[in-house]
């Protein structure tokens, strides 16, 4: 299996409208590959990924980050996103944005653990009456 084929099992196992292996594809070609960040277990598995978008205005995009149902609440994500910050801040990227379902109370809840704050609501982003909340880190 081939690293993009375990990063979309991942993909299916996470949401109810996964990306398809194709859209995954485009996003490791968006991210530069260097902004695409997998984890791995201790018997080498990817039990984790991110996919980040650097932008021209500076800003770095998180277009997607999933761990597998088995591995979460151990920090996998946590970690994914420490690094892309590291990464990213040596680049001289310091805002990180990533739209969330306005709904989805623990997904925010992590984003707000790891220092991402509330700033808008784009109306009906995912679909009719599918609200996503914008949430931004500003590095200081
Ligand atoms: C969101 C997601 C990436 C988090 O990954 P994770 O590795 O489980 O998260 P972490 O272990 O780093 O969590 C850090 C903290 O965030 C909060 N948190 C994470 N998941 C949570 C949940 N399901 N419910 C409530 N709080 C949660 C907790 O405060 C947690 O610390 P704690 O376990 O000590 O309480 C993972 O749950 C996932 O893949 N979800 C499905 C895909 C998804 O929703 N992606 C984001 C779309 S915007």
Do not use: T
């Not at 310091?94 to 379902?101: D, M, R």
């Amino acid at each position: 299996m081939s690293e993009l084929e375990e990063v979309y099992s991942i993909e299916l196992e996470s949401f109810d409208n996964p990306y398809p292996l194709w859209y995954l594809r485009i996003l490791y070609e968006l991210s530069n590959g260097k902004y695409f960040l997998v984890s791995r277990n201790e018997n080498g598995r990817i039990d984790g990924y991110l996919a980040a978008i650097p932008r021209k205005d500076g800003l770095c995009h998180i277009a997607s980050i999933a761990v597998s149902p088995k591995c979460r609440r151990q920090y996998v994500g946590s970690a994914l996103l420490q690094s892309i910050f590291e990464i990213c801040s040596s680049d001289n990227y310091k805002v990180f944005l990533v739209e969330v379902y306005l709904y989805d109370y623990n997904a925010q809840k992590f984003y707000i653990m790891n220092s991402f704050k509330p700033v808008k609501i784009i109306p009906h982003y995912y679909g009719r009456d599918k609200h996503a909340l914008v949430m931004i880190r500003e590095e200081v």
